[in-house]
């Protein structure tokens, strides 16, 4: 399977709400999704790595397909606000490694 830019899904996720989904849920409405689709993961995640036990439920669920499906969202959001995600997470890393190239090596707390 050939890897998939994030332009590339930000066109895939477009083509499929015009397809499948008719249009795309208001602004809100996909925030309110993205928060619903983040405890998905929190609550996975909880139960595999806290002390929480599984429900009978929640044993057919994958952290790594909630987690898909918090991107699936976050890409619909930006599709909407025509934010390029490549660009983002590009600017995004450039600001942090400005920001933090030394923060963490001076952190006593990540010593070990």
């Known amino acids: 399977m050939e890897p998939l ?20 849920f208001s602004e809100m409405t996909n925030l309110a999704i993205l928060m619903e689709e983040v405890g998905e993961v929190a609550r996975l995640m909880a139960r595999t ?5 599984f429900k009978t439920q929640d044993r057919d669920q994958t952290i790594a397909d909630e987690m898909a499906d918090v991107m699936f969202v976050l ?3 930006a599709n909407q606000m025509g934010i390029d995600l490549s660009e983002a997470l590009r ?5 942090k490694t400005r920001r933090d190239h030394q923060r963490h090596w001076n952190n006593p707390k990540l010593k070990s």
């Open 5 to 24: 830019s994030l332009k590339d899904y930000q066109a895939q996720v477009d083509n499929w709400v015009q397809t499948y989904g008719v249009r795309y």
């Open 49 to 53: 790595y806290g002390e929480q036990s």
């Open 75 to 77: 890409t619909c959001l």
């Open 91 to 95: 600017d995004n890393l450039d600001k």
